[in-house]
């Protein structure tokens, strides 16, 4: 069983940054794909930027690449995101979301894709 517990959020301004934590529970966390979703009110769930274990290799949404960095610490149990150069179309609430990949071949962008979710953190971006 794998716990996922976000941290970071807070109401910016346009052009700020701000760097969101996720930290896991378990001693599997070298082998977990972490991702980081993000929902707007009245909006599905999308995909924002995830990496994966074996060689950390990442991929993000085309709407926040160039401003947002996933990265992580093995020996923290925790993946990052850090956020420059927020837009106001930033905000929503953002999930962490981390699943076991043994082969660690796969880097995974859907929802679906992922088993353990975290609660979530608030992100606002102000004009």
């Known amino acids: 069983q794998v716990q996922l517990v976000e941290s970071g959020g807070e109401l910016v301004q346009a052009g700020d940054s701000l760097r969101l934590s996720c930290a896991a529970s378990?001693?599997?966390?070298?082998?977990?794909?972490m991702g980081w979703f993000r929902q707007a009110p009245g909006k599905e769930r999308e995909f924002v930027a995830a990496?994966?274990?074996?060689?950390?290799?990442?991929m993000y949404a085309n709407s926040v690449k160039g401003r947002f960095t996933i990265s992580r610490d093995n020996a923290k149990n925790t993946v990052y995101l850090q956020m420059n150069s927020l837009k106001p179309e930033d905000t929503a609430v953002y999930y962490c979301?981390?699943?076991?990949?043994?082969?660690?071949?796969?880097?995974?962008?859907?929802?679906?894709?992922?088993?353990?979710w975290g609660q979530g953190t608030q992100v606002t971006v102000s004009s």
């Open positions: 979301a981390a699943d076991y990949d043994f082969r660690g071949s796969s880097l995974p962008s859907t929802p679906r894709e992922y088993g353990y």
């Open positions: 378990g001693p599997t966390f070298a082998i977990l794909n």
């Open positions: 990496i994966r274990w074996r060689d950390t290799g990442t």
